[in-house]
């Protein structure tokens, strides 16, 4: 059981970034909410966005509404993170989830499985 996130990167303000995140199992994810966290140097780890199982709930931390969007392939298996208008408070180690359920939410501890995390470096 394995998620792997991609995508991240070292990009300058207002730049964007794409994140995608790929199970190892393709039954694993397809029928779960997944999300998005992410975790700055001495922070606690925050909710970004999650995207139900089909795609159709999606919700979003509200720093983050507007220029993120959250989506998902479900025929390949991954869900992508789409990053626009990056800002320097963006910079994070960003982590894909697999929820315990078919929606995604806010709560950290709902979620099962994480990937690895992939960086994310906006410089002003």
């Known amino acids: 059981v394995q998620l792997q996130a991609s995508g991240g990167g070292l990009v300058q303000a207002g730049g964007s970034l794409r994140l995608s995140c790929a199970a190892s199992?393709?039954?694993?994810?397809?029928?779960?909410?997944m999300g998005w966290f992410r975790q700055a140097p001495g922070k606690e780890r925050e909710f970004v966005a999650a995207?139900?199982?089909?795609?159709?709930?999606?919700n979003y931390a509200e720093s983050v509404k507007g220029r993120f969007t959250i989506s998902r392939d479900r025929a390949a298996n991954i869900v992508y993170l789409q990053m626009n208008s990056l800002k320097p408070e963006d910079t994070a180690v960003y982590y894909c989830?697999?929820?315990?359920?078919?929606?995604?939410?806010?709560?950290?501890?709902?979620?099962?499985?994480w990937g690895q995390g992939t960086q994310v470096t906006v410089s002003s």
């Open positions: 989830a697999a929820h315990r359920s078919a929606v995604g939410s806010s709560n950290y501890y709902d979620y099962r499985y």
């Open positions: 199992r393709r039954t694993l994810i397809s029928n779960n909410g």
């Open positions: 995207i139900s199982w089909n795609g159709g709930i999606t």
